[in-house]
């Protein structure tokens, strides 16, 4: 399927230290895409890297991608406790973009 | 520039109801998705729209949901009647999408308990 899945499903780190979960799908993408979600909210979009890219920053995160592997990776660096919130890839083919189950992060003080 | 907008926040019906949920993408945005996220989920694509055309309805119970979007911009979701299982939060949004390249832009979404 094109959905993504992520890992791990949940993920608690102190504040300051840094954040990384990995996203895996099954098909050919034009794009993969990296959303938050903070309790009660909508998703927020955070970066999008496309299928001929292999890295990509913006600001304190970094997204990696390998399309040999399907596989994409998001690092959260120097986390804060605003960083509390799921985290959903979503690889887009033409024009489906699907979102797996997301990674819960905690990040505590 | 303003947000996906979504009414009601909250709605609560007893099941074999009928509700309706309502949202105005931004402004410009061809495409409009209505997605479904149960409690614990990913959100799970129900229809999405391309201006006022349908472009994927393969995962919209049809039997019990309708959505429409008038003149390519406003859209209304509605079930009718409600179950058990369609508790959980309605989320609606665009995106602007020239070259499938545009990310979704989400509205804070409808939260509804069906009782």
């Known amino acids: 399927s094109q959905q993504g899945e992520e890992d791990p499903q949940a993920l608690s780190i102190q504040e300051g230290e840094n954040a990384t979960m990995n996203c895996s799908y099954k098909t050919s993408i034009n794009n993969l895409q990296w959303y938050r979600q903070n309790s009660g909210r909508g998703l927020v979009h955070l970066i999008l890297?496309?299928?001929?890219?292999r890295e990509k920053h913006s600001g304190r995160l970094r997204v990696t991608l390998d399309t040999s592997k399907k596989s994409s990776s998001l690092l959260i660096t120097a986390s804060r406790a605003a960083d509390t919130a799921s985290y959903f890839c979503a690889p887009r083919r033409n024009y489906k973009l699907s979102f797996g189950a997301g990674t819960t992060v905690t990040v505590r003080a | 520039e303003a947000g996906v907008a979504q009414s009601p926040r909250y709605k609560i019906i007893e099941k074999r109801q009928s509700v309706a949920f309502w949202c105005n993408p931004i402004?410009?945005?061809?495409?409009l998705y209505w997605y479904q996220q149960i409690l614990g989920q990913g959100p799970k694509l129900l229809i999405q729209f391309q201006n006022n055309g349908v472009v994927d309805d393969s995962q919209l119970p049809k039997d019990r949901f309708s959505a429409e979007r008038l003149k390519g911009v406003d859209s209304t979701l509605k079930i009718q009647p409600a179950k058990l299982e369609d508790s959980a939060v309605y989320l609606c949004?665009?995106?602007?999408?020239?070259?499938?390249?545009?990310?979704?832009?989400f509205g804070n979404g409808t939260r509804l308990t069906v009782t």
């Open positions: 949004a665009s995106s602007s999408d020239r070259v499938n390249y545009s990310p979704l832009h």
């Open positions: 890297i496309r299928s001929n890219e």
């Open positions: 402004s410009g945005h061809a495409t």
